[in-house]
């Protein structure tokens, strides 16, 4: 068996959609990713979900980043910038969702609509980080990826997209096949989750990168990953 690459630093799960997610120890994947991740959404009446973009799928919705999520059970809890904290869905979490982003909206679990941005699982690496960070004469935390999982590995450059094609073990159960390099937007400039806004990060990709930073993988086994677990690249 090959030698680790690297070791998972941190787990991070989105219960809805383009909210701040929750720091978890360890979590199951399946086939669709990492269990309960963008589950749920905010719509609007026409079943856009709201994102930081607007595409065929998505509307950007501005604010949805001073909201943080987090599961009871299996059902989202949802924090308000003023501290109120509402369970589920229903009338008065969406009457508190509408006043928040100022348009009729409500909270929605996932149906025939995926939402995933462009794969089940999102991983980026420290190098990777560190690279950026250089280039950007500033640190760049992970956080703005809203990636699954960061690896930490050491060295130069984006290694992990010389990992597209390949088979990926996560710990003793999980295997990810990479599918493609994750394409960035404008969500790694917003202010969430402790971190202010800078409107270079993204430009900062860009230059380097053509736009991506992480990767894209797909579920080719499921099971349990936790902090510390070992990634293995054949």
Request: hydrophobic share 40%; proline share 6%; glycine share 12%.
């Amino acid at each position: 068996m090959s030698p680790p690459v690297g070791r998972v630093a941190a787990i991070e799960r989105f219960p809805v959609k383009s909210l701040v997610g929750e720091h978890l120890e360890e979590v199951a994947v399946d086939s669709r990713g990492v269990v309960g991740d963008r589950l749920w959404s905010v719509r609007d009446p026409d079943g856009k979900l709201g994102s930081g973009k607007t595409n065929t799928r998505f509307r950007r919705m501005d604010g949805l980043l001073d909201l943080a999520a987090a599961y009871d059970g299996g059902v989202p809890v949802i924090t308000f910038p003023d501290s109120r904290v509402l369970r589920g869905p229903g009338p008065e979490t969406d009457r508190a969702l509408s006043e928040h982003v100022g348009r009729p909206v409500s909270l929605g679990r996932e149906e025939a609509l995926s939402h995933l941005d462009e794969g089940p699982v999102h991983l980026v690496t420290t190098a990777s980080l560190a690279t950026l960070s250089r280039a950007h004469g500033a640190p760049v935390d992970w956080r703005r990826t809203r990636a699954n999982l960061l690896v930490n590995l050491e060295g130069d450059g984006f290694p992990e997209h010389g990992w597209v094609g390949r088979l990926v073990s996560v710990g003793p159960e999980v295997v990810l096949r990479i599918r493609d390099v994750m394409p960035r937007c404008v969500m790694v400039n917003a202010a969430q989750d402790g971190l202010q806004a800078d409107a270079q990060v993204l430009r900062t990709v860009t230059d380097l990168t053509e736009g991506a930073l992480g990767v894209v993988a797909d579920v080719e086994q499921g099971g349990v990953v936790t902090e510390g677990a070992a990634v293995i690249v054949p």
